[in-house]
């Protein structure tokens, strides 16, 4: 049974940082894409970060110079460091994985976390 467990989530003041992590079991790991994702009210999925298997990152232009996405295989976890952050930033956090990277890269990866709560707030 593969698992994507997202943690970290929270409330925070505008300028703050938090640390997302995703716990993955049941697959693989280091053979798998992995993605971050967010989803605020009222707008679409919108893909964060990803790192490829072998730990090439992206970044949509929104969050570069502010996100970190990074991967520790030996832990089957992938983080999301997020700094500076923004009230545009408030969303439901998601972690996805797949084997291939276009499919991290294209919003459906075949496998989903349940998502956490990122509110950033005065």
């Known amino acids: 049974q593969v698992q994507l467990v997202e943690s970290g989530g929270g409330l925070v003041q505008p300028g703050g940082s938090l640390r997302l992590s995703c716990a993955v079991s049941?697959?693989?790991?280091?053979?798998?894409?992995m993605g971050w994702y967010r989803q605020a009210p009222g707008k679409q999925r919108e893909l964060v970060a990803l790192?490829?298997?072998?730990?090439?990152?992206m970044y949509v232009d929104s969050v570069k110079g502010r996100f970190t996405i990074a991967r520790d295989n030996a832990k089957n976890t992938v983080y999301l460091q997020m700094n500076s952050l923004k009230p545009e930033d408030t969303a439901v956090y998601y972690c996805?994985?797949?084997?291939?990277?276009?499919?991290?890269?294209?919003?459906?990866?075949?496998?989903w976390g349940q998502g956490t709560q990122v509110t950033v707030s005065s």
């Open positions: 996805g994985a797949d084997r291939l990277l276009n499919k991290v890269a294209g919003i459906f990866p075949q496998y």
């Open positions: 049941g697959i693989i790991f280091s053979g798998y894409c």
């Open positions: 790192t490829s298997s072998n730990g090439n990152t």
